[in-house]
């Protein structure tokens, strides 16, 4: 028999409860009641201390991926640095901002607003007659996606471009690239594609008479009506900088349209940027004037009221190639092109930036300012290298004749 008492190496607490003798075998039953419960203890106390450990943990890992994954806040676009103010004819034909008093303080208000529903309600549009203007809207619309610009992008183009036309060989080719091309804008710079119907309705005997102009005016562009602000950029034309027309987006407009040209009036070119607030009214009243045989998108756009873009040395928003043939005094090639957001190209006796014009007839455009000439031969430099980085397409042959210009 074995008899516990304090000097054993049991715990003393034992021997206070014990009153009782354990023989040998019945060991194990006394080791069981008295130890068990304590080493239960432990095991719960540690097993609480190892959850409570890896819950602190877990919740620090949440709130770390949270943080990590969130979203940056969109910036706001604003004006560079080296961009002269807008004229005062901007404040006085888009409307002052309330609480403004003067230029000034009418800009810095410009610059901090956002556009009323926010970004997707407004965008850049651009409408497509012919194939050969595509890989200009497709260029423009690249350049909008590396600047960041946040508003939508717009291709409309004439429905009839998605289906095979029987006979017409020649532009089968055409028709292909043009769709190509629309394509890869969808899918890289993020365009909606909308393809449309004449907006007069004739047959196709009569289709073949009427001008591309009259069949897809410029003014359908009032119809959008799911924007709230449209920026349509004439073709072609190089984008060197967003950043001013995305501004222009925030501008309260009370007309329906309104054009911006450059400082120097150009009948040539007519406005270079066109800014539209869709309307169906204004739509309506607008297509009632447009007949088949006597429409002239030139003279509608010059009915346009229109204002000008800044001409100073620090920065211009709209320069078009034909003003370099009259350059000022102290004209820079290089501040010229470091500084206009937007260059039209638009020059007499020359096709377009997109053909391939002889040298004879290049050189004798030419301008015969030495600073000019140096920044019209950039223009048209730059403007083939992107057209090749960026749709693959070198110049177009010169057009054999009038007839050809649908192509």
Request: proline share 7%.
């Given at each position: 028999?074995?008899?516990?008492?304090?000097?054993?190496?049991?715990?003393?607490l034992?021997?206070?409860?014990?009153?009782?003798?354990?023989?040998?075998?019945?060991?194990?039953?006394?080791?069981?009641?008295?130890?068990?419960?304590?080493?239960?203890?432990?095991?719960?106390?540690?097993?609480?201390?190892l959850?409570?450990?890896?819950?602190v943990?877990q919740?620090?890992?949440?709130?770390?991926?949270?943080?990590?994954?969130?979203?940056?806040?969109?910036?706001?676009?604003?004006?560079?640095?080296?961009?002269?103010?807008?004229?005062?004819?901007?404040?006085?034909?888009?409307?002052?901002?309330?609480?403004?008093?003067?230029?000034?303080?009418?800009?810095?208000?410009?610059?901090?607003?956002?556009?009323?529903?926010?970004?997707?309600?407004?965008?850049?549009?651009?409408?497509?007659?012919?194939?050969?203007?595509?890989?200009?809207?497709?260029?423009?619309f690249?350049?909008l996606?590396?600047?960041?610009?946040?508003?939508s992008?717009?291709?409309?183009?004439?429905?009839?471009?998605?289906?095979?036309?029987?006979?017409?060989?020649?532009?089968?080719?055409?028709?292909?690239?043009?769709?190509?091309?629309?394509?890869?804008?969808?899918?890289?710079?993020?365009?909606?594609?909308?393809?449309?119907?004449?907006?007069?309705q004739?047959?196709?005997a009569?289709?073949?008479?009427?001008?591309e102009?009259?069949?897809?005016?410029?003014?359908?562009l009032l119809?959008?009506?799911?924007?709230?602000?449209?920026?349509?950029?004439?073709?072609?034309?190089?984008?060197?900088?967003?950043?001013?027309?995305?501004?222009?987006?925030?501008?309260h407009?009370?007309?329906?349209?309104?054009?911006?040209?450059?400082?120097?009036?150009?009948?040539?070119?007519g406005?270079?940027?066109?800014?539209?607030?869709?309307?169906?009214?204004?739509?309506?009243?607008?297509?009632?004037?447009?007949?088949?045989?006597?429409?002239?998108?030139?003279?509608f756009?010059?009915?346009?009221?229109?204002?000008?873009?800044?001409?100073?040395?620090?920065?211009?928003l709209?320069?078009?190639?034909?003003?370099?043939?009259?350059?000022?005094?102290?004209?820079?090639?290089?501040?010229?092109?470091?500084?206009?957001?937007?260059?039209?190209?638009?020059?007499?006796n020359?096709?377009?930036?997109e053909f391939?014009?002889?040298?004879?007839?290049?050189?004798?455009?030419?301008?015969?300012?030495?600073?000019?000439?140096?920044?019209?031969e950039?223009v048209?430099e730059?403007?083939?290298?992107?057209?090749?980085?960026?749709?693959?397409?070198?110049?177009?042959?010169?057009?054999a004749?009038?007839?050809?210009?649908?192509?």
């Amino acid at each position: 028999m074995l008899r516990i008492s304090p000097s054993s190496s049991l715990d003393y607490l034992a021997y206070e409860y014990l009153t009782i003798e354990y023989a040998p075998h019945e060991w194990s039953n006394f080791n069981d009641h008295i130890f068990k419960p304590y080493r239960s203890n432990k095991v719960f106390i540690f097993t609480s201390l190892l959850f409570l450990s890896g819950y602190v943990l877990q919740q620090q890992t949440v709130r770390s991926l949270q943080h990590a994954i969130k979203p940056p806040p969109r910036p706001t676009p604003t004006l560079p640095s080296n961009f002269a103010p807008l004229p005062t004819t901007v404040a006085r034909l888009f409307g002052s901002p309330p609480g403004s008093n003067g230029h000034a303080s009418y800009d810095e208000n410009l610059n901090s607003r956002t556009p009323d529903g926010g970004w997707a309600s407004v965008a850049y549009v651009q409408l497509l007659r012919r194939h050969v203007h595509v890989c200009n809207a497709v260029m423009m619309f690249a350049e909008l996606e590396r600047q960041g610009s946040l508003a939508s992008r717009v291709i409309i183009y004439p429905k009839k471009w998605n289906r095979r036309v029987e006979g017409q060989t020649v532009f089968d080719r055409s028709r292909g690239t043009s769709i190509r091309l629309l394509q890869m804008a969808a899918k890289r710079y993020k365009v909606v594609l909308l393809p449309v119907e004449p907006v007069l309705q004739v047959n196709e005997a009569e289709e073949a008479t009427v001008a591309e102009e009259a069949a897809y005016p410029l003014a359908g562009l009032l119809s959008l009506t799911n924007f709230n602000r449209l920026i349509y950029l004439q073709p072609s034309g190089l984008l060197l900088d967003s950043a001013a027309f995305n501004t222009l987006f925030t501008c309260h407009m009370e007309k329906s349209m309104l054009g911006i040209s450059a400082a120097v009036l150009d009948d040539l070119a007519g406005p270079s940027v066109v800014l539209i607030k869709p309307s169906m009214e204004a739509y309506f009243e607008s297509i009632a004037f447009i007949s088949k045989k006597d429409f002239s998108e030139s003279t509608f756009l010059q009915d346009l009221q229109l204002i000008t873009g800044p001409n100073q040395a620090s920065g211009q928003l709209v320069a078009t190639t034909s003003t370099l043939f009259t350059p000022s005094d102290d004209f820079n090639a290089t501040n010229f092109l470091e500084s206009t957001s937007y260059i039209h190209i638009s020059d007499r006796n020359m096709p377009g930036p997109e053909f391939d014009a002889p040298r004879d007839n290049s050189i004798r455009v030419k301008p015969s300012n030495l600073p000019a000439r140096k920044a019209w031969e950039s223009v048209y430099e730059k403007y083939r290298e992107l057209r090749m980085n960026v749709c693959g397409l070198d110049l177009e042959p010169m057009p054999a004749a009038k007839a050809d210009e649908r192509k």
